[in-house]
């Protein structure tokens, strides 16, 4: 793996440059699930849904207890909360984790029940 290049690839998921995303999620020195999904994480974070639909296919929505989904929902990216619901499992959140969402919780209940 290129350290240099993976760290592009989380860099670019961040500011939602979903070109760049694109173009690295194939490089053959670049692990897009790397990091426990570190890349997948930003985009999530920063509700880039661009980079999160590119990155779902290369990454493991559930790292780190379903952490991009948590932070999406956290942060009201309701478009990104959508497309990783249904491939997220929220087992593992604690009460604080629902509580930090607050009214957010629907969003992701709903998105969950998608998969049904």
Do not use: F
Request: charged share 20%; proline share 4%; with cysteine.
């Amino acid at each position: 793996m290129n350290h240099e290049l993976q760290r592009a690839l989380e860099d670019a998921a961040w500011d939602g440059d979903a070109a760049t995303v694109a173009a690295l999620i194939h490089h053959p020195e670049v692990d897009p699930a790397g990091g426990r999904s570190t890349a997948l994480l930003h985009a999530a974070h920063r509700g880039h849904w661009r980079c999160v639909q590119l990155l779902l296919p290369v990454s493991n929505p559930n790292e780190r207890s379903a952490e991009a989904l948590w932070r999406a929902a956290k942060h009201g990216h309701r478009m990104v909360v959508r497309l990783l619901g249904p491939v997220s499992d929220t087992s593992g959140w604690e009460g604080w984790m629902w509580d930090e969402i607050g009214g957010r919780a629907d969003w992701v209940y709903q998105a969950l029940r998608s998969t049904q």
